[in-house]
């Protein structure tokens, strides 16, 4: 136990000692949040999207559908429930929301002109207007549509916009925690890959199979040092989001601890595997980069995972670093438990065990 607490503190000193390793480490990372936050933080996308539930299921319902559709500005996704639609809604996925009751196709077919249009209920997110009112203007010009195509023109339909409040998520909110996981995948798998193998390179390891260290002893002291690292890193990362651009934990603090151990055990079994297989450090760099950069841009650090090509989506939903993303998002933006994110912890988990093998096979003191 010793030699464990001892190894857990040389390592830290380390750490603190290099300033080189706690710039690419801890300002970068908060250096790039800061410019990418200040140009796009409070940015919105271009297109809205739309949550389109059909209660009725008739020609009707799914010529509108149609028309909406042809509109590039928007982005129609089509809802099982009013339940799951709205929840959508609320989460920030869509924003708006727009329901055909059942009795549309019935009411558009028998409308007369001493009737009152039919009204289509259309949900909008409370929280953000200005997308909100310019969704309803493209849903208004869609039924606006429909109904002139009737002979004797008359508004057939006409929204019937409801407020929903809804969480009022930024760039930068959805930016934060992907820094903070970019932050874990780089301390752990290109730190530790290079920390290693320039220790066996240097003989450091070597020295230290000679005396009566134990392997799990020496592992789990570099567990324990990095652990402490991210943690700490990772809460200041978070402190500066919140004073500069007033990002919050609407989470569990416990579940996004428990997804930073997930996350900087997986990526130091991963920097484990690299350091058995280089032979040097120089090797150990750019093996580390080969797998860390792609990483970045499909794990959603940067853009959102669903916006990827569709035949990138397989190998996406595999990586690490996008059930790290999503997991610190989730917990982050909506507030979800550490329960409704099992899958994520199933798959770190995975990663974790396999890895951690994979790295008992390779791993190699001298």
């Known amino acids: 136990m010793k030699a464990y607490w001892q190894l857990t503190l040389a390592q830290l000193r380390i750490f603190l000692r290099n300033r ?6 801890l300002a970068f990372p908060i250096f790039l949040m800061v410019m990418l936050g200040s140009f796009l933080g409070n940015g919105n996308g271009m297109s809205v999207t739309i949550g389109y539930v059909d209660l009725d299921h008739s020609s009707q319902s799914k010529q509108l559908a149609g028309v909406l559709k042809k509109n590039e500005a ?15 809604l609320k989460q920030g996925d869509v924003q708006l929301v727009v329901e055909v009751p059942k009795g549309y196709e019935k ?9 009152k249009p039919f009204s289509l209920p259309v949900f909008y997110n409370e929280t953000d207007m200005a997308v909100s009112q310019i969704g309803q203007q493209l849903v208004y010009n869609a039924v606006d549509a429909v109904s002139k195509q009737k002979a004797d023109y008359k508004p057939a339909v006409v929204i019937n916009p409801k407020g929903v409040e809804a969480l009022n998520l930024r760039y930068i909110d959805f930016l934060v925690p992907g820094i903070v996981a970019m932050m874990i995948l780089s301390n752990n798998m290109n730190g530790v890959a290079g920390q290693i193998a320039s220790w066996r390179e240097r003989g450091i390891l070597r020295r ?11 592992i789990a002291a570099q567990i324990t040092a990095r652990l402490m690292l991210n943690g700490l890193q ?27 151990i997930l996350g900087t055990l997986a990526f130091m079994a991963i920097g484990f595997i ?14 580390a980069g080969f797998l860390s950069f792609p990483m970045l841009f499909l794990g959603g650090v940067f853009f959102p995972i669903k916006n990827m090509p569709e035949f990138l ?16 998002r989730e917990t982050m933006n909506v507030g979800a438990s550490f329960m409704s994110l099992g899958t994520e912890a199933l798959v770190l988990g995975g990663w974790i065990i396999g890895a951690f093998i994979v790295a008992s096979l390779t791993f190699k003191w001298e």
């Open 20 to 25: 080189q390793v706690l710039f690419w480490t």
């Open 107 to 115: 009411r558009m077919k028998d409308s007369s002109q001493n009737e």
């Open 234 to 260: 990772a809460l200041i990362v978070l402190m500066v989001a919140r004073l500069v651009f007033d990002v919050e934990v609407r989470g569990s603090w416990l579940t996004l601890i428990s997804f930073v």
């Open 274 to 287: 690299i350091a058995g297989i280089a032979k040097t450090p120089e090797s150990a760099g750019p093996i």
């Open 74 to 88: 928007i982005s129609l996704e089509k809802a099982f429930s009013k339940k799951d639609a709205l929840a959508q």
């Open 208 to 218: 230290m199979q000679g005396t009566t260290l134990k392997a799990h002893t020496f």
């Open 313 to 328: 989506q397989p190998i996406v939903h595999i990586l690490p670093i996008a059930h790290l993303t999503t997991a610190m």
